[in-house]
Every structure is written in structure tokens, then in C-alpha cells.
Nanobody, 129 residues
Framework: QFQLVESGGGSAQPGGSLRLSCAAS????????TGWFRQAPGKAREGVSC????????NYTDSVKGRFTISRDNSKNTVYLEMNSLKPEDTAVYYC??????????????????????WGQGNQVTVSS
């Protein structure tokens, strides 16, 4: 059974760092495009970043470029989102999602939720002083 389990959220001060993990079970994650989304209170869910299957190309929404880094550890079947220089506006529930893409595929952070078939449970990130 395909399962995405997120961990690593929590609280940080502005300028601080957190790392989110998205561990997959039941599948080999490198054959999936994996994305990170977030949803702040009262706002729509937005794409933050994605990493392509196989070659691991990455893409970010403008508001996190230079601050967030997405990566994948194939040996651990896990995708990470390293978040640095956090801002209060980064406060949201963060979700990872996966799209079956065994052939080389591109992705953008702006790809809609409909691209992704599988979702994690969500993880709260709060940035405040």
C-alpha cells in the first residue's frame, strides 16, 4: 500500500530553519514526481516545490527561491524540504504529494493539485517570534 509519511514540522523563529521529510512506503519514490504544497489559514493550497523522477530536476515557487531546497535520498526512499531564512508568511500546513512518472518528466511548482495522485497527511510549520 502506497503511503507518504511526513515529519519534521514544528515551530521556528523568523530567520530560522526546519527540514521536512516525506518518507514513502510501498513504492520506489524515484519513479514519482514529488511535490511540496502548503496551505495557510484562509488561503488556497499552493505549490512550493517539486522534484522530478529519475534525474531529480527541481523547481520552486518565487517566494521560496534561494531559501528552500528540495532533495531526494533514493537509499531512504525519502524526499526532503530544507527551509532556511524562514518568514512568518511561511506559516502553513505543508503536504508532500507524488505523481507516478516512470518516464522522464518535468515539473513546476505551479503544477496543480490534480497532477498528484498520492498525498501525505500534512505537517504544521509555524514561524513566529
Amino acid at each position: 500500500q502506497f503511503q507518504l509519511v511526513e515529519s519534521g514540522g514544528g515551530s521556528a523563529q523568523p530567520g530560522g530553519s526546519l527540514r521536512l521529510s516525506c518518507a514513502a512506503s510501498g513504492v520506489i519514490l524515484k519513479y514519482y514526481v514529488t511535490g511540496w504544497f502548503r496551505q495557510a489559514p484562509g488561503k488556497a493550497r499552493e505549490g512550493v516545490s517539486c522534484i522530478t523522477s529519475r534525474d531529480g530536476g527541481t523547481n520552486y515557487t518565487d517566494s521560496v527561491k534561494g531559501r528552500f531546497t528540495i532533495s531526494r535520498d533514493n537509499s531512504k526512499n525519502t524526499v526532503y524540504l530544507e527551509m532556511n531564512s524562514l518568514k512568518p508568511e511561511d506559516t502553513a500546513v505543508y503536504y508532500c504529494a507524488a505523481d507516478w512518472s516512470p518516464s522522464p518528466a518535468t515539473c513546476t511548482a505551479g503544477d496543480g493539485e490534480g497532477r498528484y495522485e498520492y498525498w501525505g497527511q500534512g505537517n504544521q510549520v509555524t514561524v513566529s517570534s
